[in-house]
């Protein structure tokens, strides 16, 4: 499976400039005016994972194959949007189909890029875009909640959407529905509120390390768990730059790591995603899974065919697999296990399946 994450915001905060760096591409229009962005560009991006190039070198493969992610440069939204105001509610539909929410938030000052708000204040555009996101949800509830609709809703998304308008109408922390119903249910909803988020504050060069007023302000009212700060025009000149310029560059400004690893680590904490890893000859390959995820349904992400007839699962742990280099000598070493149908897999397991055709 492959996630995909929608970068939102007001016009002018960074969206398109952070899109083009994490996909490495000029897809998206960035320019100094609002609504650059119409219609959403989509990039997909392979997930960066050390661990597979240590399998590949003991497994001899041919060819690496990283799982992916794709994110979404949707326009930026304004106040009113909910009721058509800017581009509307088209650009909210495009939010409905994904996975996480990437709020991009300006926390920069600059005479040159216009701002849609006479001043920059993170916090307040932060809460614009969720009271539209709530009274898209807010309206789409009620209408699918309207007596002529409400006999193509079962029970179950009924009680979803009753427990979510509650909480709406009545200022309920709407992530109380993530302790009451099915992740899958929830998901089926279509509801914008309870998406995942990720917040990135889109900060100056000289602030991407200790961040700046601004950030502190956000942090303040919301807290950094799922807070980021990042330059997207640092992460667009990291790109540019080749592997070996890149390492230096970052030292350089004190840079750990980039905003696409950040990113990517949220989005599988946040989407609670693990990975494992199939590794021989031909190729090793890095596969995308829930957490708690069993046996025959991570086989599943290989092949359809693979859960149906699945027999059981070869499973060895990768830091046993790099200890004993390889499949032979793990199962020499007693370090690998035959896993039946109700083994839950294990981030990093590196599995082969045996399966019935």
């Given at each position: 499976m492959s996630?995909?994450?929608?970068?939102?915001?007001?016009?002018?905060?960074?969206?398109?400039?952070l899109f083009n760096a994490l996909t490495n591409s000029n897809k998206a229009q960035a320019a100094n005016f609002p609504f650059c962005t119409i219609d959403p560009n989509?990039?997909?991006?392979?997930?960066?994972?050390?661990?597979?190039?240590?399998?590949?070198?003991?497994?001899?493969?041919?060819?690496?194959i990283n799982t992916t992610i794709s994110f979404v440069?949707?326009?930026?939204?304004?106040?009113?949007a909910s009721k058509g105001e800017g581009l509307g509610n088209k650009f909210l539909s495009h939010i409905r189909e994904v996975d996480a929410i990437i709020h991009m938030i300006r926390c920069f000052d600059s005479d040159d890029i216009q701002n849609v708000n006479p001043n920059v204040d993170p916090v307040r555009d932060l809460e614009i875009i969720e009271t539209e996101m709530m009274l898209a949800d807010l309206e789409s509830i009620q209408k699918?909640?309207?007596?002529?609709?409400?006999?193509?809703?079962?029970?179950?998304?009924?009680?979803?959407?009753?427990?979510?308008?509650?909480c709406l109408n009545n200022e309920k922390n709407i992530d109380l529905l993530n302790s009451q119903f099915e992740k899958k249910r929830l998901n089926q909803s279509g509801l914008l509120s309870i998406k995942p988020k990720i917040f990135v504050c889109n900060v100056d060069e000289q602030s991407v390390q200790k961040g700046n007023e601004y950030t502190k302000k956000f942090i303040d009212k919301f807290g950094n768990e799922n807070t980021l700060i990042i330059s997207a025009d640092i992460e667009n000149q990291i790109n540019e730059l080749d592997s070996s310029e890149r390492k230096n560059y970052m030292d350089m400004i004190g840079l750990k790591e980039t905003g696409l690893d950040k990113l990517i680590q949220n989005g599988y904490k946040i989407l609670e995603l693990d990975t494992f890893f199939t590794s021989g000859p031909e190729e090793t390959r890095a596969w995308t899974i829930q957490k708690n995820c069993i046996a025959p349904k991570a086989a599943a992400e290989i092949h359809t065919d693979f859960e149906k007839g699945f027999i059981r699962a070869e499973?060895?742990?990768y830091k046993d697999f790099i200890e004993n280099d390889g499949w032979v000598n793990s199962k020499t070493n007693g370090k690998m296990r035959l896993e039946?149908?109700?083994?839950?897999?294990?981030?990093?397991?590196?599995?082969?399946?045996?399966?019935?055709?």
């Open positions: 996630f995909k994450c929608g970068i939102v915001g007001l016009p002018n905060v960074g969206k398109s400039t989509i990039g997909v991006v392979a997930v960066p994972d050390n661990r597979l190039e240590n399998l590949a070198k003991i497994s001899k493969s041919k060819k690496i440069d949707i326009a930026g939204l304004v106040k009113g699918r909640l309207e007596k002529n609709n409400k006999k193509n809703v079962d029970e179950e998304q009924i009680k979803i959407l009753e427990t979510a308008l509650d499973t060895i742990s039946g149908k109700d083994y839950v897999v294990k981030d990093g397991d590196v599995l082969n399946f045996r399966f019935n055709t």
